[in-house]
């Protein structure tokens, strides 16, 4: 096992993994830019180095700080969380090239998935299931046209490199294509560096579901059954349940197979997520994720299985703990994204946290990294908090996570827990009868007094 790991992130994520590095009787290194010298994964680690100034580009995404932080502490591994260098396929390889541990796959398989075309025909040709659209990049207008006539319209236009609704752009009818063809290439290139786009089928109310996977050095590959991702807001997820409340024994049994065994012929290491869209009972691949998720606790709350530190001890070259026959799920959870933005208008809302009281009880856990006058900075992502709930069902877990978001206190700053008290009294939501697009139509009725 590793004697000390630098953490290469910030914020919840930072502290999950100082928690599961703790568990294990490892040693750790907190990084940090100026605007997070009071962070709490900064107080707790054993060991901490500045890495640069607020911005993320010259602090959390500098691979030359990070590593020379992680030399001069004698870091034996480094794990990058989730966001900002988790997926990059460079900062893995200079990593490695320092005879540092890289906690996550290899730069191949990272770059191969960071590629939305690449994964698509790596993913295709072991036997997972693709949304019907182009074979590669569209070189130009009259090969979208020929695509979407295939396909047929509506057509949703995709960023090759790239995700989180970045570079994606629906085309409704034929003389909308050319139009959306430049945006959605114009929005890539400047979101990823690669104005590569290509075409698929548009899914009108898809759920969002993912296998998650976990996959030793050893040939031992499990999967951990799925999450329902479908609560979103313009692709970005807003809150996560497991399992999901529309799929039937047999759909998970099957596609959790089909995922393992794709990954198996892979040649995968680590934990990872495979997400598709689910409708009308079939499934078809989006993308992989070569990292830890941001909702990945739901998963550990109704297996018992502790990710973090089944991801740790893959990369040390250890066997998984378990096999998957040993996996087994048991109740219902859900997790909400706590942002520091406000409830209606979703403008961020960083600023000095004057009150913080997280919410306790049996099957409520609450993931952050806040405390009383903590300072929010407004240089990064808005989530401040994940509140996951646990029961032995989705009525008792939706009863349980009213009275948590009730006992939450984070004044000073506006937050989502409002939203999150307003779905639960919606009885589609109540139901778990929603889709990818729902939320943005709820939030358009809330908006209209409907």
């Given amino acids: 096992m590793f004697k000390k790991v630098l953490i290469a992130n910030r914020g919840e994520i930072a502290m999950r993994v100082h928690r599961a590095c703790r568990e294990l009787g490892i040693q750790t290194v907190a990084v940090h830019s ?66 540092i541990t890289f ?80 945006a959605a290439s114009q929005e890539a290139l400047a979101a990823f560096g690669d104005g590569s786009v290509y075409i698929e089928r548009y899914l009108k109310q898809p759920r969002h579901i993912e296998i998650q996977i976990a996959a030793d050095s050893h040939g031992n590959v499990v999967h951990l059954g799925e999450r329902d991702c479908s609560l979103q807001r313009r692709n970005q997820k807003v809150l996560e349940e497991a399992p999901s409340p529309v799929l039937s024994a047999e759909e998970r049994e ?66 998984l703990s378990f096999k998957q026959e040993d996996v087994r799920f048991q109740g219902h959870a859900i997790e909400c994204r706590i942002n520091a933005e406000d409830p209606r208008t979703f403008v961020p809302s960083p600023g000095r946290i004057k009150e913080f009281h997280a919410p306790g009880g049996l099957g ?20 401040i908090g994940k509140l996951i709930v646990f029961g032995d069902d989705r009525e008792l877990v939706l009863r349980r996570l009213g009275r948590a978001l009730d006992e939450t206190v984070l004044s000073g700053i506006k937050t989502t827990v409002p939203l999150f008290k307003d779905l639960l009294g919606d009885n589609e939501f109540q139901r778990g009868d929603y889709h990818i697009h729902w939320l943005g139509e709820w939030l358009e009725k809330q908006e209209g007094g409907e």
């Fill in 364 to 383: 409520v856990r609450f993931d952050s990294a806040v405390y009383d006058g903590y300072d929010i900075p407004p240089f990064y992502d808005s989530m």
């Fill in 103 to 182: 906690i996550g796959p290899s730069a191949d398989h990272i770059r191969t998935m960071g590629d939305k075309i690449a994964a698509k025909k790596a993913v295709g040709d072991l036997g997972i299931p693709l949304v019907p659209g182009s074979d590669g990049a569209l070189a130009n207008v009259d090969e979208a046209m020929e695509a979407a006539k295939a396909i047929g319209y509506p057509a949703l236009i995709k960023a090759a490199a790239g995700g989180g609704g970045r570079g994606m752009k629906l085309v409704e009818t034929e003389d909308q294509l050319e139009q959306q063809l430049q």
């Fill in 254 to 319: 099957k596609i959790g197979e089909t995922t393992r065994r794709a990954i198996e012929g892979l040649g995968y290491l680590g934990v990872g997520t495979v997400e598709y869209l689910y409708e009308n009972g079939e499934f078809f691949f989006i993308e992989m994720n070569t990292r830890l998720q941001v909702e990945h606790p739901v998963t550990e709350q109704i297996t018992g299985i502790d990710l973090v530190r089944e991801q740790i001890s893959i990369a040390a070259g250890n066997r």
């Fill in 34 to 99: 100026t605007a997070d010298s009071k962070a709490m994964h900064v107080r707790l680690a054993d060991e901490s180095v500045c890495i640069g100034p607020p911005q993320a580009k010259d602090s959390y995404l500098n691979i030359a700080a990070i590593v020379s932080a992680a030399e001069i502490t004698g870091a034996d591994a480094i794990h990058p969380g989730y966001g900002f260098l988790s997926e990059n396929a460079r900062f893995a390889e200079i990593v490695k090239a320092h005879d």
